[in-house]
């Protein structure tokens, strides 16, 4: 007979039995369990059945209020009506033509109506291949091979961006990645004013990409202004300034950050929302960088040794295609940004209320819809909404990340990191529900003597 009440720990393995039988299995299928690096959580990761607008039930039958929306690619919540009948339409019609169509036309006139800088645009597969692609492009047109990141900026794990910077290293490096291919990435610190200008001064660096947000879309804020230091200094130098909004676009604005923040981008990525929760991504941009996919009937020379070659089985594929079009044509015509944007702030506000309430040391705050958190760390919280770039934020305590991450789903949310992403179906009721499931965490993580 138990003889004291069950642990944080305890209560999520009671709970999630089903979920640890698929977790068992997929252990010994995939490395680590998992399909993707930031799914892997121990003891074992929940397994999801079904979703609906802001909330999604495991095979447990336990309900959540989601904060990973699809990682971010759900501006619109789970399984919007306009886009599921939309993907429907084209499944009916087929999953694939090998040839063009007319639902990638109205697609890319879409992006290009929405997008300020865009004037041509190539579909992807993925925001990984956009990054890649945005990368050639520049170095294509601008016959230079150096490309300038930022420290933590995340651009998808293709060999270029993945290079980073140890705490006492030189140059950057990364496993399975030769060190060769890193004379010509060039690491900055987000918001070195001085380091930019220095690392652009030679005039060989085809482009600067940056998370207009921020490394990890925010976790890591940089100053806005800062995107207006990049758009003139990369100006100034004949390089090119690629705005990754894998993440923003379509999320910040209607025109993601580069419109909220009124700063115009030689090129920009995207991938997610522009895919209404399908796979997809694509470049759009400066018309004459983004011709460089051109083929010329009449050019041989330019064909062979001047554009860059592009293929992909699932570019702009029927159903995709589909399911982005709706998604964008609701994003351009409603008002989903800001319902996300007023509802992260709702959260915002009903979380630190209740850390001030409860003497819990931390706070949360929020850029666009996408909020993240301190918690059990010595950081004020932020007066308003958003954080002060000159700040770093110290994120959720160590100790405290797991302890949370299972309360938070024995009381029905799954958070994305620190924080997470939030929908336009995300309303008054999942806010209170959320506020509700963290004052019922910290009673438990006090019981368990994880948080003072
Ligand atoms: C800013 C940014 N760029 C690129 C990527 C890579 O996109 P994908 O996962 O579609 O390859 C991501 C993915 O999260 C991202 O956040």
């Given at each position: 007979?138990?003889?004291?009440?069950?642990?944080?720990?305890?209560?999520?393995?009671?709970?999630?039995?089903?979920?640890?039988?698929?977790?068992?299995?997929?252990?010994?299928?995939?490395?680590?369990?998992?399909?993707?690096?930031?799914?892997?959580?121990?003891?074992?990761?929940?397994?999801?059945?079904?979703?609906?607008?802001?909330?999604?039930?495991?095979?447990?039958?336990?309900?959540?209020?989601?904060?990973?929306?699809?990682?971010?690619?759900?501006?619109?919540?789970?399984?919007?009506?306009?886009?599921?009948?939309?993907?429907?339409?084209?499944?009916?019609?087929?999953?694939?033509?090998?040839?063009?169509?007319?639902?990638?036309?109205?697609?890319?006139?879409?992006?290009?109506?929405?997008?300020?800088?865009?004037?041509?645009?190539?579909?992807?597969?993925?925001?990984?291949?956009?990054?890649?692609?945005?990368?050639?492009?520049?170095?294509?047109?601008?016959?230079?091979?150096?490309?300038?990141?930022?420290?933590?900026?995340?651009?998808?794990?293709?060999?270029?961006?993945?290079?980073?910077?140890?705490?006492?290293?030189?140059?950057?490096?990364?496993?399975?990645?030769?060190?060769?291919?890193?004379?010509?990435?060039?690491?900055?610190?987000?918001?070195?004013?001085?380091?930019?200008?220095?690392?652009?001064?030679?005039?060989?660096v085809a482009a600067v990409i940056c998370e207009p947000t921020g490394a990890h879309w925010g976790t890591h804020p940089m100053s806005p202004g800062y995107l207006h230091t990049i758009r003139e200094l990369t100006r100034e130098t004949g390089t090119l300034f690629i705005m990754d909004e894998v993440i923003t676009g379509f999320r910040m604005s209607p025109g993601g950050a580069q419109q909220r923040y009124d700063v115009m981008p030689d090129l920009t990525s995207l991938a997610k929302i522009v895919?209404?929760?399908?796979?997809?991504?694509?470049?759009?941009?400066?018309?004459?960088?983004?011709?460089?996919?051109?083929?010329?009937?009449?050019?041989?020379?330019?064909?062979?040794?001047?554009?860059?070659?592009?293929?992909?089985?699932?570019?702009?594929?029927?159903?995709?295609?589909?399911?982005?079009?709706?998604?964008?044509?609701?994003?351009?015509?409603?008002?989903?940004?800001?319902?996300?944007?007023?509802?992260?702030?709702?959260?915002?506000?009903?979380?630190?209320?209740?850390?001030?309430?409860?003497?819990?040391?931390?706070?949360?705050?929020?850029?666009?819809?996408?909020?993240?958190?301190?918690?059990?760390?010595?950081?004020?919280?932020?007066?308003?909404?958003?954080?002060?770039?000159?700040?770093?934020?110290?994120?959720?305590?160590?100790?405290?990340?797991?302890?949370?991450?299972?309360?938070?789903?024995?009381?029905?949310?799954?958070?994305?990191?620190?924080?997470?992403?939030?929908?336009?179906?995300?309303?008054?009721?999942?806010?209170?529900?959320?506020?509700?499931?963290?004052?019922?965490?910290?009673?438990?993580?006090?019981?368990?003597?994880?948080?003072?």
């Amino acid at each position: 007979m138990r003889n004291r009440p069950m642990t944080i720990l305890e209560t999520y393995e009671a709970m999630h039995a089903g979920s640890r039988a698929w977790a068992a299995k997929a252990v010994g299928v995939f490395p680590s369990g998992v399909t993707h690096d930031a799914r892997a959580f121990q003891p074992f990761p929940i397994y999801v059945e079904r979703a609906l607008g802001p909330r999604k039930w495991d095979v447990d039958g336990n309900e959540y209020v989601d904060y990973i929306g699809g990682h971010g690619a759900l501006l619109l919540g789970h399984n919007r009506p306009e886009v599921m009948a939309a993907v429907r339409g084209a499944l009916e019609r087929g999953t694939h033509f090998g040839s063009s169509h007319d639902l990638e036309v109205l697609w890319g006139q879409q992006v290009i109506d929405m997008v300020p800088c865009g004037e041509r645009v190539r579909f992807t597969s993925s925001g990984t291949e956009a990054t890649m692609m945005a990368l050639r492009l520049a170095r294509a047109y601008t016959g230079r091979e150096k490309v300038v990141k930022f420290d933590e900026h995340f651009h998808g794990w293709h060999d270029i961006v993945v290079g980073r910077l140890g705490p006492d290293d030189a140059r950057p490096h990364a496993v399975g990645v030769p060190d060769a291919f890193y004379d010509s990435l060039t690491i900055v610190q987000p918001d070195d004013v001085e380091g930019l200008r220095a690392a652009l001064a030679g005039r060989e660096v085809a482009a600067v990409i940056c998370e207009p947000t921020g490394a990890h879309w925010g976790t890591h804020p940089m100053s806005p202004g800062y995107l207006h230091t990049i758009r003139e200094l990369t100006r100034e130098t004949g390089t090119l300034f690629i705005m990754d909004e894998v993440i923003t676009g379509f999320r910040m604005s209607p025109g993601g950050a580069q419109q909220r923040y009124d700063v115009m981008p030689d090129l920009t990525s995207l991938a997610k929302i522009v895919a209404g929760g399908l796979p997809g991504g694509c470049v759009t941009g400066r018309g004459e960088i983004v011709d460089y996919l051109e083929l010329r009937e009449e050019d041989a020379d330019w064909n062979a040794r001047q554009r860059i070659s592009h293929q992909g089985t699932f570019n702009a594929n029927p159903a995709s295609a589909a399911a982005g079009l709706a998604a964008l044509r609701l994003i351009a015509e409603g008002d989903e940004c800001a319902k996300a944007d007023a509802a992260a702030a709702a959260l915002v506000h009903g979380l630190n209320d209740l850390f001030a309430r409860e003497s819990v040391p931390g706070g949360a705050w929020a850029t666009s819809s996408m909020w993240h958190m301190n918690l059990g760390t010595t950081l004020s919280r932020p007066s308003d909404v958003e954080w002060d770039a000159a700040e770093e934020p110290e994120g959720i305590a160590p100790a405290l990340f797991r302890p949370l991450r299972w309360a938070l789903y024995n009381h029905g949310v799954d958070l994305m990191g620190n924080g997470g992403m939030v929908s336009s179906s995300h309303g008054e009721r999942e806010v209170a529900d959320t506020v509700a499931a963290f004052a019922a965490a910290i009673a438990d993580l006090r019981a368990d003597g994880a948080l003072g």
